[in-house]
């Protein structure tokens, strides 16, 4: 592939709008800096964003389909995304962050998927390798988000629901989930089949692994639902080969994490002791 | 191939500064902390529009449509609803007199 002027720019532009949000995460350490700090990852947003919409006219060649629905996608997500973010009290904005975690899971998953499915030829390993992670890692964060915005919205059903046998549960999604990831990678040619299976079990696997877990311990498991989106995104990134999306879902992927076992830490607990579940009870739910 | 293994530094590198940049955060900021974060792999809607300049078929302008209707309430809600949270602090240190 050789680069065209517009590609070098849009390139940087991306390294500028990375070195932002490194610097927004950096600022957000301290409470006097910290609403700088998301203001300077708005604005890096803000320009990859802009960045993107310009290459896409300079290049041309598009659908205006396409285009069109993208633009009303973005109109109708950025009302929605206002209006719950301003109405939401105060009280209820974890859940709210795990809602948003859990439509950026799906964000995330459905670009990894178009990626497999859309292209009429049969993609190469490493785009089913990277898109299939991303399909997987995706699925699971969008229902573990949502059963953890449910549970701390203290939704009845959602803190009723109990797993027996978790553990057996949770080995069969994994196995079943990894396995059809693998028949992706070995049978390209079945890829809607194995893709869309991939993407269920991963679905059931999200379930299966945040329900056992009580509603004290949501906001570790957000935080390490968080950094898979992150992972996710950056796994994206790698199928489509864009820098932005490679470094920000990196970024977000070992922040995450380090957040999570800071937080586990903050409640004495060691992070694996959260993530397998099974203690607190979802009744400690605030 | 040479771009995958850009591709892959640029992740591993990318890592290392995550860990990093979130070293010594009060406990007090890990919540707007773990939004601001979750804001930023919003980032996905770059994304979404560089896959619908490629896109032709029905089933890509469906994934299309629901990817820019996630990936902008993710990102949109995300900085306002940090910027709220955020807010609350600057409020609350100001009852506390504003000392240090």
Redesign the interface.
């Known amino acids: 592939m050789t680069a065209t002027p517009i590609d070098i720019v849009a390139w940087f532009v991306y390294v500028l709008a990375s070195v932002m949000f490194v610097m927004g995460l950096h600022y957000m350490n301290s409470p006097k800096t910290a609403r700088k700090g998301n203001f300077i990852s708005a604005a890096g947003m803000v320009i990859a964003v802009a960045m993107a919409f310009i290459k896409l006219f300079v290049t041309g060649g598009y659908n205006w389909i396409a285009v069109g629905l993208l633009i009303a996608g973005i109109a109708v997500g950025a009302i929605a995304g206002v209006v719950s973010a301003k109405k939401v009290k105060m009280t209820d904005m974890p859940q709210l962050v795990s809602v948003f975690n859990t439509v950026g899971g799906g964000a995330a998953a459905l670009v990894a998927l178009n990626d497999i499915l859309a292209s009429d030829h049969t993609p190469n390993l490493v785009v089913l390798i990277t898109a299939g992670l991303g399909v997987m890692i995706g699925s699971v964060t969008f229902t573990g988000s949502l059963i953890a915005a449910g549970k701390l919205q203290g939704i009845g059903f959602v803190k009723k629901m109990r797993l027996p046998g978790k553990s057996v549960w949770n080995v069969l999604f994994i196995v079943l989930m990894l396995a059809s990831f693998v028949m992706l990678c070995v049978f390209p040619e079945q890829r809607l089949l194995w893709s869309v299976l991939t993407t269920v079990f991963a679905l059931c696997y999200g379930l299966v692994f945040v329900i056992p877990i009580g509603g004290a311990d949501m906001p570790v498991v957000i935080s390490v639902l968080n950094a898979c989106t992150g992972t996710a995104v950056a796994m994206s990134g790698l199928a489509i080969d864009n820098v932005a999306l490679i470094v920000a879902g990196a970024l977000v992927g070992a922040a995450g994490v380090t957040l999570s076992v800071l937080m586990s830490q903050a409640m004495n607990r060691p992070l694996m002791s959260v993530l397998a579940g099974g203690f607190g009870g979802s009744d400690a739910a605030a | 191939m040479p771009?995958?293994v850009v591709?892959?530094t640029?992740?591993?590198l990318?890592?290392?500064?995550?860990?990093e940049?979130?070293?010594?955060?009060?406990?007090?900021?890990?919540?707007?902390?773990?939004?601001?974060?979750?804001?930023?792999?919003?980032?996905?809607?770059?994304?979404?529009?560089?896959?619908?300049?490629?896109?032709?078929?029905p089933?890509?302008?469906v994934?299309?449509?629901?990817?820019?209707?996630?990936?902008?309430?993710?990102?949109?809600?995300?900085?306002?609803?940090?910027?709220?949270?955020?807010?609350?602090?600057?409020s609350d240190?100001k009852d506390k007199g504003g000392n240090k």
């Open positions: 771009e995958l591709s892959i640029l992740f591993i990318a890592l290392l500064i995550g860990i940049v979130i070293g010594k955060v009060p406990a007090t900021l890990h919540t707007p902390l773990m939004s601001g974060a979750n804001s930023i792999h919003g980032i996905v809607i770059v994304g979404v529009v560089i896959v619908a300049a490629e896109a032709n078929s089933l890509s302008y994934f299309i449509f629901l990817a820019a209707v996630l990936g902008t309430m993710n990102v949109v809600g995300g900085y306002v609803v940090t910027d709220r949270m955020l807010e609350m602090f600057k240190k």
